[in-house]
C-alpha cells in the first residue's frame, strides 16, 4: 500500500523503548475509546477528535523525542499529549472541564498544553501550530539549546499557505524542526486523494530542498526510524524533515459525526485498515521477538484501565472552577478595565 | 530627535539591556521603514532577520519563540498586512496563554511603522485597523510624540503579553524633545495634551497636531476645548475621560479608524453608560467613514476624518438645545 521514498529499515532493541510504545499506543487507544463513551453520555460537552488508529505516529515520533523538545499538535491532539508524557489525570479533568485540568477547563480538548513538558498546545486551526513550532525551533537555533521541534498536522494542514510559508522558512533557516504530516487519509470527509495534487505529500519537501519520506504510520517502528534520521539531521544543524506517516482514522472526524450518518467511506475500507491496526501488529511483533510475553501485555493492559478507571474518577470528582477563573489569564499583566466584562465595570 | 529616532533609540536600548530581544520582519536589516537602521551592524545577523514574504508565517514563529523565551519585535512593513495574520494574531498568539490557563508568557512586540493613510497608497494600504486587535484583546499603544514614541516603544518590549505599537505616518517625521536616558510609559494612561473647559476632544495621534491648532484659534474665539490624547488604547484610560468629561460635559472622539464598532464607537459607548448624566449634549464620533481610502487626493479627504468636520462637530456641541428641556445646557457642573 505504500509508495515514494521510503526510509531505511529500522529495529528498535531496547526493551525498554519497545514495551513504553506498546504501553502508550494501547494507553491512547483505551483513553480515547473512554472518551468516546464519556462525550456520549454528556459528561464530556462539546465534541473531541479521536486519536484511533494513528496512535503509532504520535508514539513512534515521542519515543525518540527528548523532553526537554517541543511539539505543537493538531485538534486531534490527545495522542500527541499522551505520547509526549502527559497527565491522563489532568488531560481526563481538562475534558471534564474542571479546575484541575491542565488549562483549569479553559482549554478543552483541543487546546491541551504543557509547557513543561515542551507541549505547545493542541490547535483548533489547521496547521496554525506550525509556525508557532518553527519558533520554537528558532529560539533553540539561536541559544544553542539543542532542542528540536516537531509540528504535527494532517493531511489537511498540508494544503495551507502558512504550512509552506514555513516549510520554506525552516528549509532558508535551517531550523531544527521536523514536519510531521499524520496522512489519515481524510479532511473532515474530504479524501486526501481528491485534494492533494501532485505525487504525495512527502514529495513537497523536495521544493524546498529538504529530505521528505513517506512512512507507514501505522508501524511505530518504522516512524521512530524515520523520526530517528530525522532528529539526526535537526541536532547537527542540517535543517528540516517532512514525514508524511500514512495511516487511517478508525472513527469519524469527530464524536459527533456517528449521527450524521455520512457516506463518505466505506465499511470495506475502514475493515481493511482496521486489519493492519497499530497495536495488535506491535503486540504480535514483540511477541514474536520475545522481548514481549502474552502475561507482560495482558498486566500492561491491566495497568492501562487502571490509569483510566483512576483518570475517570479523578476527573469526576475534581471541583469546577471558580467563577473568577474565567477573567483570570489573558494577560501576565492586568489593567483596570481588563479584559473587559461583558456588562459589570470591571475596576480591578 | 525625530518620533522616527525615539522608536530606534528605544528598540537599540532594550536589545543591548536585553539578549533576548530579537527583531523579524521584511526588509529589517536594511531598514527600509529606519527604526532598525543600525541594528544589523551593532548586534549581528543573530539579532535582526529578514524573513521572506510569509506574514502569517513569522508572526506564528514569535509566538513560538515568545513561549520559548525570546522577546521578539516584529515589524510590518504595512499596517494592512496585519489582516493577512489575523488567525495568528486574534485566534493564537492573544488567545494561547488564556486557554492554557495561564502556563507561560508571550512577550511580544509588533511594531507598525507609518501606519494608516498616506496621499497616494489608495485602498489597500491605509487602514488603521486598531479596532479590530482591541477587540481581540490585543494590547494596543499609538503615540503621538516623540518623547511617547520612546517611552512606550520600551513599554511594550518589556510587556510580558503581546503589544502591537502603531507609529503613524503623519506623526513618523515629528520632532520633539526626549529626555536622556531610561524612560518607560505605563501602559493605559493618557495624557492632556491641552486644558479646557468647555469640550473634552479625544483624538488618536494622527490627529493630535492638528487639533491642537485648532483649539488654540477657538481659545481665541471664546470655546474652551480639552485635548486628551489616550496614548494607550487598550488598556484605555478611563479614569481620565470620566475626569475631563465630568468638566466640561461635552465630549467628540475625533478618530483615525473606521466608523462601525470602531476605537471611536466604544468610547462614545462607555460616555453613554457612565457619564450620561454629566452630558450636555450628545456623544459626536468623527471616523474614517466605511470605505477604502481612495486614491485620489481630491476624494481622499471625504473618507477621512478632518479638522473641518472637528470644528463643525464642536459648534454642534455648543449649539446643542435638548429636545425635552429645550435650553441650551450651560456652564459647569
Known amino acids: 500500500m505504500m509508495k515514494g521514498n521510503m526510509i531505511r529499515d529500522y529495529v528498535c532493541s531496547d526493551r525498554t523503548v519497545c514495551h513504553e510504545a506498546y504501553r502508550k499506543m494501547r494507553l491512547i487507544r483505551r483513553f480515547e475509546e473512554r472518551v468516546i463513551q464519556l462525550v456520549n453520555a454528556n459528561e464530556i460537552a462539546g465534541t473531541t477528535h479521536e486519536y484511533i488508529g494513528e496512535e503509532a505516529i504520535a508514539v513512534g515520533v515521542c519515543s525518540i523525542l527528548k523532553q526537554t523538545d517541543i511539539i505543537a499538535s493538531t485538534h486531534r ?31 478543552g480538548s483541543m487546546h491541551i498544553a504543557d509547557l513543561a513538558l515542551g507541549i505547545y498546545g493542541a490547535n483548533g486551526i489547521v496547521a496554525a501550530g506550525v509556525p508557532i513550532a518553527a519558533g520554537a525551533a528558532w529560539a533553540a537555533k539561536l541559544r ?21 510559508e514555513t516549510m520554506n522558512l525552516a528549509a532558508i533557516w535551517k531550523l531544527p524542526l521536523i514536519f510531521i504530516c499524520e496522512n489519515n487519509q481524510y479532511a473532515v470527509t474530504t479524501a486526501s486523494t481528491f485534494a492533494t495534487a501532485g505525487p504525495g505529500i512527502s514529495h513537497r519537501a523536495a521544493a524546498y530542498g529538504f529530505p521528505g519520506h513517506l512512512v507507514d504510520g501505522m508501524d511505530v517502528e518504522r516512524v521512530m526510524g524515520a523520526v530517528l534520521e ?119 | 530627535m525625530t518620533y522616527l529616532q525615539a522608536l530606534r ?47 502569517a508565517a513569522f508572526v506564528g514563529m514569535g509566538t513560538g519563540a515568545a513561549m520559548a523565551g525570546l522577546r521578539p519585535v516584529i515589524e510590518f512593513q504595512i499596517g494592512t498586512l496585519l489582516f493577512v495574520v489575523m488567525d495568528q494574531l486574534a485566534n493564537q498568539v492573544q488567545k494561547l496563554r488564556y486557554m492554557m490557563g495561564g502556563q507561560g508568557a508571550i512577550p511580544v512586540t509588533y511594531i507598525v511603522p507609518g501606519s494608516g493613510a498616506r496621499p497616494g497608497l489608495a485602498g489597500q494600504h491605509s487602514d488603521h485597523l486598531y479596532p479590530l486587535l482591541m477587540q481581540c484583546g490585543l494590547k494596543v499603544l499609538m503615540p503621538a510624540t516623540p518623547r511617547d514614541a520612546k517611552a512606550m516603544f520600551t513599554a511594550a518590549i518589556r510587556e510580558n503579553d503581546p503589544v502591537v505599537l502603531f507609529a503613524p505616518s503623519a506623526v513618523m517625521g515629528t520632532r520633539g524633545l526626549v529626555p536622556e536616558g531610561d524612560i518607560c510609559a505605563p501602559l493605559g494612561v493618557g495624557e492632556i495634551r491641552r486644558p479646557g473647559t468647555d469640550v473634552t476632544v479625544l483624538v488618536s495621534a494622527p490627529l493630535l497636531a492638528e487639533t491642537l491648532k485648532l483649539a488654540a484659534r477657538l481659545e481665541s474665539e471664546g470655546i474652551s476645548v480639552e485635548v486628551l490624547d489616550p496614548r494607550s488604547l487598550l488598556p484605555f484610560d478611563h479614569e481620565l475621560l470620566e475626569k ?6 461635552r465630549l467628540i472622539v475625533f478618530d483615525d479608524a473606521n466608523r462601525t464598532c470602531g476605537f471611536a464607537a466604544e468610547v462614545a459607548a462607555y460616555a453613554a453608560e457612565k457619564l450620561f448624566g454629566f452630558l450636555k449634549s450628545p456623544v459626536i464620533r468623527i471616523t474614517r467613514a466605511d470605505l477604502p481610502v481612495p486614491f485620489s487626493i481630491a476624494l481622499d479627504k471625504y473618507v477621512l476624518p478632518s479638522t473641518e468636520q472637528l470644528e463643525r462637530a464642536i459648534g454642534q456641541v455648543m449649539q446643542y438645545r435638548h429636545p425635552l428641556l429645550d435650553v441650551t445646557l450651560q456652564g459647569g457642573r
Open chain 1, 77 to 107: 491532539g490527545h495522542g500527541h499529549i499522551i505520547a509526549k508524557g502527559g497527565d491522563v489525570k489532568r488531560m481526563m479533568a481538562e475534558l471534564f472541564g474542571r479546575v484541575t485540568g491542565y488549562n483549569h477547563g479553559k482549554g
Open chain 1, 230 to 348: 530525522a532528529v539526526e539531521l535537526a541536532r547537527s544543524g542540517e535543517g528540516p524533515t517532512l514525514l508524511e506517516c500514512k495511516a487511517y482514522r478508525y472513527q469519524g472526524h469527530f464524536t459527533a459525526e456517528r449521527a450524521l450518518k455520512l457516506t463518505y467511506r466505506l465499511q470495506d475500507e475502514i475493515d481493511l485498515w482496521r486489519g493492519q491496526d497499530p497495536i495488535t501488529r506491535w503486540a504480535a511483533t514483540l511477541l514474536e521477538r520475545k522481548i514481549l510475553s502474552s502475561e507482560e501485555r495482558d498486566a500492561v493492559d491491566n495497568e492501562v484501565e487502571a490509569q483510566l478507571d483512576e483518570a475517570v474518577a479523578y476527573a469526576r470528582a475534581s471541583e469546577w472552577p471558580h467563577p473568577d477563573e474565567a477573567f483570570q489569564d489573558m494577560y501576565v499583566t492586568d489593567y483596570p478595565g481588563l479584559p473587559a466584562r461583558g456588562y459589570e465595570w470591571n475596576a480591578k
Open chain 2, 244 to 249: 475631563s468629561v465630568t468638566k466640561t460635559g
Open chain 2, 9 to 55: 533609540e528605544a528598540l537599540m536600548e532594550e536589545m543591548r539591556a536585553d539578549p533576548s530581544v530579537v527583531v523579524l520582519g521584511e526588509d529589517v536589516r536594511q531598514s527600509l521603514r529606519g527604526i532598525t537602521k543600525g541594528c544589523l551592524e551593532e548586534f549581528g545577523p543573530e539579532r535582526i532577520w529578514d524573513t521572506p514574504i510569509s506574514e
Open chain 1, 144 to 164: 544553542n539549546t539543542g532542542q528540536v521541534a516537531v509540528a504535527f498536522f494532517g493531511d489537511g494542514g498540508a494544503n495551507q499557505g502558512v504550512l509552506h
